[in-house]
Each structure stands twice: as structure tokens, then as C-alpha cells.
């Protein structure tokens, strides 16, 4: 029953990938924003820091688009009388899908981007996605003796490297907000973002203890797409 459900589900995408693809240039777009990082890691206490990204995404249809997210930033908190600042660096592989993918809009997708309304587009450009990545810490932080002992009760242990590189899984969910139109498709995009990482070692914060370390990125960008027919 499990597989048929997912050949089904399977076969469902490929048919929608089908659709709203007449007259689609398949452009490339280019994308770069700021914002603030929120920490979850052993010290409670959250600073909200700064961080940048540069993306590139390939769009396979209007709505489903494939691609390369680069970022760096700072994350931070405090308690117990200790604090750590991270200057991280990140990258992944990632895909989105939107809305729109599955709201059977015509077949002609210039019709589609003529005729429809603001409100339409906007809707049809909410999505969500997941990806694939590594980070790469940079670690600094003062760890008062007292919590170090209740760490080392706990079986966890300071980091000796506070430079260290690891796998991360991202998940993201947004909208970005199409304007400039084209008989092809939107020229230009504002994206708004939350990204929430997942990561597979305990060690954002330079402290090892019983569960992984996590941070949420949320930003404001600009996209312009690339090779868009006029």
C-alpha cells in the first residue's frame, strides 16, 4: 500500500510538471538578501545576529526550481554566566516547491502571467523546501567552571576544535513576491524566508552535550531572473 501511494504520488508531480509549462523560458535566477539568525543551542539565552546570503536557482517549472544557497553570518547567546559567538559559513543544495504547482493555472503559462491578478501571483509563489548542506564554525565563548561541571556530569565535553565542519539538512518555507512583469515570467522577485537548520553535531555553541545544536535564519532578498525572454 506504501509504494503504491508513493507511485502515485510520484506520477501526480510529474503530471503537474507537465502543466502551466507552454511558453516557460526556464530562466535562472540570481538572488541575494540579509537578516537575523536565532540560535538553539546549550546556553538558552538568544541573540538574535546578523547574516547574508547569495543564491542562484534553476526553475524546472514555474513553481518547482532547483538550487545553490550560500550564506555567512554570526550566531550567539548566553546563560550561566558563560557566551559564545560563532562566525559561521554555509552552503547547500536545496529545492523549493510552490503553491502554485498544484492550483491548475492554464496550460499557456503567458496567459497565465498576463491575466492573473497580484494576489494570485503572490499565492501561487508561497513554498517550501528542504536541502543538503555543510557549515563551517568559527567558535569563540567563555564557559563559566560551574556549568562546565554540570556538562562533564552530564557525559558531554567542551569542544577542543572551535573550527569544525559538519552536515547540516535545511528547511525552508517563504514567498517570493513577483514584479517586472514579462510575457515570460516575473523579471524581478522580493523573497521573504525562514530557514531552519538541522544539523548532525552538537557543536554551534562549542559545546558537546545531548542534543544537536539547531538555528533559524529569517531574511528579506532581491531576485532577478537571468536569459528571461521579453
Known amino acids: 500500500m ?9 506520477g501526480g508531480l510529474l503530471l503537474t510538471i507537465g502543466t502551466v509549462s507552454a511558453q516557460f523560458s526556464r530562466p535562472i535566477s540570481v538572488g541575494a538578501g540579509a ?15 546578523f547574516a547574508f546570503y547569495g543564491e542562484a536557482d534553476y526553475l524546472i517549472t514555474p513553481f518547482i526550481s532547483v538550487g545553490l544557497h550560500g550564506e555567512k553570518g554570526t ?24 503553491l502554485g504547482q498544484f492550483l491548475g493555472h492554464k496550460d499557456n503559462y503567458s496567459q ?18 528542504a536541502g543538503a548542506g555543510l557549515v563551517k564554525n568559527r567558535i569563540k565563548h567563555h564557559i563559566d567552571p560551574i556549568y562546565l561541571d554540570a556538562i562533564t556530569n552530564q557525559g558531554g ?10 552536515f547540516v539538512v535545511p528547511l525552508n518555507v517563504g514567498v517570493d513576491i513577483p514584479f517586472g512583469r514579462t510575457l515570460y515570467g516575473p523579471q524581478w522577485a522580493i523573497n521573504v ?22 538555528y533559524g535564519f529569517v531574511s528579506v532578498g532581491i531576485k532577478y531572473a537571468l536569459f528571461n525572454r521579453k
Request: charged share 20%; net charge negative; proline share 0%.
Open 2 to 10: 506504501t509504494k503504491k501511494l508513493l507511485f502515485a504520488f510520484v
Open 35 to 49: 537578516g537575523a539568525t536565532i540560535s538553539l543551542t546549550d546556553l538558552a539565552n538568544v541573540e538574535s545576529k
Open 75 to 98: 550566531l550567539g547567546g548566553h546563560g550561566y554566566e558563560s557566551e559564545f559567538e560563532n562566525r559561521y559559513y554555509a552552503g547547500n543544495l536545496n529545492g523549493k516547491v510552490r
Open 112 to 129: 497565465y502571467n498576463i491575466g492573473a491578478s497580484t494576489l494570485s501571483k503572490i499565492v501561487s509563489n508561497i513554498y517550501v523546501g
Open 157 to 166: 565535553e567542551l569542544a577542543d576544535d572551535l573550527v569544525e565542519v559538519h
Open 193 to 214: 524566508n525562514y530557514q531552519h537548520t538541522l544539523t548532525t553535531n552538537d557543536n554551534l555553541d562549542g559545546i558537546k552535550n545531548k542534543n544537536n545544536d539547531q
